[in-house]
């Protein structure tokens, strides 16, 4: 038995962990070292592994090269949660104290059993001082609180099945953080809560003993938690690249200064590669029809001057592919459509508007108009449960009003990004047994869209124009992309109609931290009116002069 992890105890050692798919390679020889005390948010491109990588460290999946090495307890919280029949939340109460139960039943025995004449003190003191790091005595107050302060249910005897997505994931998040083990690893913990169960995350995050690798989108998270960003995107050698700078600002700096370097790099050497060709077409031009020496000459001297020609035209290949530089395409940016602002037998007024709305037992806001005008902004806070995505629904046409009345204009075209998984107007539906790709699927969409009229095949935006999915990943199967390339589908699907009006739900969950800030910019701009909901406290910050509707 070990006591509490001191500052500079190794906890993690991954050593050139190697792990891919079939067909699809996602981490080569990457090494990583995590102490007490260290603070690790993992960073990167939708699909470049962060969650793959989460799972091996956890040991959920084996490198197929390489070594992962752990020390003293672990804890995780990944993003798909499976859920065993029967489980409650008590069960996950359980298993939370059930460590701390254990070390505090072996001290115990071991003082009733020691000698104190020729006892071992030195294995005594670890113990205690075990069960002070773990603070047995005090682990269910801790369940209890953290449950509390996270909005997660705290009825022992509700079955995880009957939890919402979001409300699994803060009842194993508030467990996992009572335990207080040497290593915990988390992916997205703040996708699902609000403001004050991120207050209460950070909290513990910071005063946690032991060593933390976190996958995380949020940028103010990585502000005032991390001691280091790991970004697994690849950079212009095609290696991840561990930055020590803990605040975002400067990550970013550092990163967009690598990215304008190889992107400079990258097109000088397709210019370059242009100009070698056009040089050596010319070089051969003469070799590709019987060439004829002067007026004159020898015939002898016909195919030594053809040879002397063709071996520097050689000799010119030769030099230009060893000065040659391999340089890989850079990442794309995200290429956000201009969408319009208004239909174009607009008549003026409101394009979407709801007032009064009740939906039973989620919404309520008698004496309350919600109008949407052309190119208008609008940011709705409040605590989970408050109705924030009710409203949405509301204003989308995607839940019905027990009371109120909801009015589009005519004409106008909604795209809808809604929280967890796709609105029904806004992803696909695959036929049953069929697996089509990403871009099969976006097709499918689009003609579901035109035959319900709400499509113009005029202003129709391709999904392979925004940057968002490359080639690679259109081509696979929908259900294997990962979770923040199925949410890049999701805002793909929501800009297919170019629509006027934009309603988007938490729409930095799941997506890359350079994607957030690319896709904030251009909810800024464009001329598209513009609903957000969001617990992102950086987006709330970057989005404060918006008109803002609380529902707290």
Known sequence: MTGAPRPGDVQLVADAVTFGYPGRPVL????????????????????????TLLGVLAGRLAPQRGQVRRRGSLAVVEQDLEVAPGDTVGTLVEQAGAGARAVADELARAIDAFDHESGDVTWLTGAIARYEHLAAWDVDRR??????????????????ASLS?????????????????????????????????VDHLTAQLRAWAGGLVIVTHD????????????????SMDGRPVLYGAARYADYRFARDQMLRRWRARHRAERKRAAQLADRLDKSYEGLSDEWRPPKGSQKNRRATRARIH???????????????????????????????SV?????????????????????????????????ARLLVTGP???????LLAALTGAAGLDRGTRTLAPGVRLG???????????????????????????????????????LDPGHLVPVAALGLLGEDDLDRPLGELSVGQRRRFDLACALLAAPHVLVLDEPTNHLSVGLVDELTTALRGTSAAVVVATHDRQLRADLADWPHLDLG
Do not use: W
Request: aromatic fraction near 2%; glycine fraction near 10%; proline fraction near 9%.
């Open 28 to 51: 080569d020889a990457l090494d990583l070292t995590v102490s007490a005390g260290d603070r690790v948010g993992l960073v990167g491109e939708n699909g470049a592994g962060k969650s």
């Open 310 to 340: 063709v071996k520097a035209a050689d000799r010119l290949v030769q030099r230009l592919e060893e000065q040659a530089v391999e340089v890989p395409v850079p990442p794309p940016a995200l290429a956000f459509p201009d969408l319009p």
């Open 165 to 197: 997505v979001g409300e699994r994931y803060r009842v194993r998040l508030a467990c996992r953080l009572a335990e207080r083990a040497d290593l915990l690893l988390l992916d997205e913990p703040t996708n699902h809560l609000d403001v004050a169960g």
């Open 416 to 454: 809808v990004l809604a929280q967890e998984g796709p609105a029904e107007h806004a992803a696909p539906v695959a036929r049953p047994g069929a697996t089509p790709s990403a871009f099969d699927a976006y097709a499918r969409h689009a003609l579901r869209l035109l035959e319900q009229g709400l």
């Open 143 to 160: 369940v209890d609180e953290s449950l509390s302060r996270l909005g997660a249910p705290r009825d022992r005897d509700r079955t995880l």
């Open 219 to 234: 940028r103010r998270l990585l502000d005032d938690v991390m001691t280091a960003i790991l970004d697994l995107d690849p």
């Open 384 to 390: 989970n449960g408050a109705g924030k995505s009710t």
């Open 343 to 375: 239909p174009g037998d607009y008549g003026g007024g409101p394009l979407l508007e709801v007032r009064a709305p009740r939906v039973d037992g989620r919404l309520d806001l008698p004496g309350r108009r919600v109008d949407v005008m052309p190119a």
